[in-house]
């Protein structure tokens, strides 16, 4: 049993427990999936089947009730050479959309953080809006620092019929729509593992081509894999022209929302069918009863690539309370600055078991 100070409402109903993730039986994954669903603060990558097994699960319930949820990963912010120096952290999340319980249910994740001896507690939800403004007020108060971490993304609203949505998109979008349509170019979901590792290996492609980074293959594959089995929660959309693979998307639901996660197409031809894939990706969001589509960020002001090609299909731009980390050890978290500014020094990135994965932002 938990119990809170003045400042909240004191309540021995509630229950808060963290567990390893390894430990998610089938009952459990669904009681948060359920959860999840039910939740505007909900993200994907919230979801266990996110984790692979890895990290823990913090849960406060009520009665029973799961009221709040975190999936956490433990990062090792000066590397696994010195591994009593670690760090609890949270990928898009917590989830609960009640900020009173938000309150309870983090106060209990930095205990839980203090028994562990970890130098700090970091969230990166993506909480927006009206919500968002208040939980900074309730962070700040908590002894929470905020990031200098500007995120943002793109959404549509998908409450309009789909005539009005594609008549919505840029005239340019609009045209390379039906250019891809024109061209014979068929989209379907994917059916087994060897659909996955086609795109895996075009993704792969894409991403040398281009020379940049993006989502390592056995992951990808992984979470291709559970989408093509779990056709509610998501899929991988393939776009093909007379039997040769020229693009995909992935794309998962939680809750009322839709992202769109990884996405890649094919450099052969005269055209790209990422404008294609998109449409048939936001038609299959609406009919799964989503209200909002997102195109898994959005760096504004920019004019060319990722940014241009998702402003086709929207311009409303949604921005994310910044990430927070609350102090729990200063000695460790004052050893974690210096030694973290050695390895920037020597271009050495961190270590993490964190849940992995992050919007797609190539097309």
Known sequence: MISTDNELRIDDTL??????????????????SDFLDTQDTSHPYQLPQWSG?????????????????????????????????????VNKGPICDDLELMEIGLRQLVAEGRKRRVAYVEIAPEWTGAFAEAANTVLTRNGWQALPDAR??????????????LASFRMTTRHRIRRSEGA??????????????DFVRLYATMLSQKQI?????????????????????????????????????????????CWSVWGATSKEGKFSAGHLLQWHAIRWAKEQGCLEYDFGGFREGMSSGPA?????????????????????????YRMVNFISGVRR?????????????SPSDHF
């Not at 229950?15 to 948060?32: G, H, K, N, T, Y």
């Not at 943002?152 to 949505?165: F, I, K, N, T, V």
Request: proline share 5%.
């Open 15 to 32: 229950d808060f427990q963290l567990v390893s993730a390894s430990r998610c039986s089938p009952l459990l994954l669904r009681e948060i």
């Open 53 to 89: 097994g890895e990290g823990h699960l913090a849960l406060l319930r009520r009665e029973g009730q799961l009221l709040w949820f975190a999936q956490c990963g433990m990062l090792y912010p000066v590397g696994r050479l010195l591994r009593p120096i670690r760090a609890l952290t």
């Open 152 to 165: 943002s993304s793109l959404r549509l609203d998908l409450r309009p019929a789909a005539e009005r949505l």
């Open 184 to 197: 014979g170019v068929e989209v379907s979901m994917a059916r087994d593992e060897t659909d996955c590792r």
């Open 213 to 257: 980074l993006g989502q390592e293959s056995d992951f990808l594959f992984r979470q291709l894999r559970w989408l093509v089995t779990d056709h509610g929660r998501g899929g991988l959309l393939l776009a093909r022209q007379d039997g040769t693979l020229r693009g995909g998307a992935a794309i998962i639901r939680s809750g009322l929302r």
């Open 308 to 332: 241009h090609f998702k402003s086709g299909f929207s311009d409303h731009v949604v921005h994310f309370l910044p990430p927070h980390r609350y102090v729990v050890s200063e000695g460790r």
């Open 345 to 357: 020094s020597l271009q050495r990135p961190p270590v993490s078991t964190a849940p992995s994965g």
